[in-house]
């Protein structure tokens, strides 16, 4: 149980394009996604909380309107680069919660790696 | 605010033997939930153990053992019977307000 899944897991772009990733849990459901961001060899790095059927909540520093979030129903939530540039180029993780469970636990996606030409 | 540090960026032990890491957060919270992250090179994101921190007791899972110091703010991790599997890069991390606040890594190499 706890799966979550995430698409795609590779995707190559143009600059100045947008491209949108995915996330589905997939065997329960999620109140609450999260997105991180992770450049090679460091932490993760929480970009926005993903609350189903309300705005997102950006981390300082994020810009809402270059990372278009939304939370459409219980087991979806997408994240759109907009505009994507090469500074955009990263793995992005999502992440659930399960609303059922009171322990806080995230489970993860696969990742997608971006790379903007 | 709340930090998470993970002082060891890399770490080897031979196959079969245990290995520590460590692990210490600053709160100022009393109830919070503690996590052990392991990120494999596909770079999947897998939960080892986790800890609420109400309970005396230390969380175990398998090989998989915490040694939980609240008072200290300390939280490592003690990987037993290590496997080359178990080779990764680990990450603590404080859940705070239901965000998870991870620490800097560490990578654990296992050696055959």
């Known amino acids: 149980g706890a799966v979550v899944s995430q698409h795609p897991s590779w995707v190559i772009c143009k600059s100045g394009t947008s491209v949108k990733i995915e996330c589905r849990s997939l065997?329960?459901?999620?109140?609450?996604m999260f997105w991180y961001r992770q450049f090679p060899k460091q932490s993760l790095m929480l970009m926005a909380t993903?609350?189903?059927?309300?705005?997102?909540?950006?981390e300082q520093g994020v810009e809402k309107d270059k990372f278009l979030i939304n939370h459409a129903s219980l087991t979806l939530s997408t994240l759109t680069v907009t505009s994507a540039h090469p500074e955009d180029s990263s793995f992005y993780i999502c992440?659930?919660?399960?609303?059922?469970?009171?322990?806080?636990?995230?489970?993860f996606g696969p990742g997608t790696r971006l790379l903007v030409l | 605010a709340q930090t998470v540090t993970q002082s060891q960026p890399e770490m080897s032990v031979q196959e079969a033997e245990t290995v520590t890491l460590s692990c210490t957060y600053d709160?100022?919270?009393?109830?919070?939930?503690l996590f052990w992250y392991k990120q494999p090179p596909s770079r999947q994101m897998i939960l080892v153990i986790r800890?609420?921190?109400?309970?005396?007791q230390n969380a175990t899972e398998n090989r998989f053992s915490v040694n939980f110091q609240k008072a200290a703010k300390s939280f490592s991790l003690k990987i037993s019977d290590s496997q080359l599997g178990d080779a990764a890069m680990y990450f603590c991390?404080?859940?705070?307000?239901?965000?998870?606040?991870f620490g800097q890594g560490t990578e654990l190499s296992v050696k055959p």
């Open positions: 992440s659930a919660r399960d609303r059922r469970s009171h322990q806080e636990t995230q489970y």
């Open positions: 065997d329960f459901q999620a109140t609450t």
């Open positions: 993903s609350n189903e059927g309300s705005k997102a909540t950006y």
């Open positions: 709160t100022s919270e009393s109830d919070y939930y």
């Open positions: 800890q609420e921190a109400y309970k005396q």
């Open positions: 991390a404080y859940n705070q307000g239901g965000k998870l606040i």
